[in-house]
């Protein structure tokens, strides 16, 4: 299984971006799909994830700036980022919460990370 996250770059404060995330490979079902960002010198934190039913979880910091979606058909995710802030500025990773086959353990994969960098 291999997670193939786009769409990170260099903006402006204000500005938007729209990441995008696909899970490919040896796949049976997946539970959810969601994104993780590490800033320097800060821990890796929840941003947003999204259930195969729709649900979805969102960090306070980005509640009502950003919006996760999922294809299921293409078993990719999307986190559109509007009104971007400096203190966006990270490394952002996929994560997908799923099973190979249907006799393997749900287990989490993570894409490699792509950055998102908001100037002021």
């Known amino acids: 299984v291999q997670l193939q996250a786009s769409g990170g770059g260099l903006v402006q404060a204000g500005g938007s971006l729209r990441l995008s995330c696909t899970a490919s490979?040896?796949?049976?079902?997946?539970?959810?799909m969601g994104w993780y960002r590490q800033a320097p010198g800060k821990q890796r934190e929840l941003v947003a994830d999204?259930?195969?039913?729709?649900?979805?979880n969102y960090a306070d910091s980005v509640m009502g700036r950003f919006a996760i979606s999922r294809d299921n058909a293409k078993n990719t995710a999307y986190l559109q980022m509007n009104s971007l802030k400096p203190d966006d500025t990270a490394v952002y990773y996929c994560?997908?919460?799923?099973?190979?086959?249907?006799?393997?353990?749900?287990?989490?994969?993570w894409g490699q990370g792509t950055l998102v960098t908001v100037s002021s």
């Open positions: 490979g040896r796949i049976f079902s997946i539970n959810a």
């Open positions: 999204i259930t195969n039913d729709g649900g979805t």
């Open positions: 994560n997908a919460v799923l099973k190979s086959t249907y006799y393997s353990p749900v287990r989490d994969y």
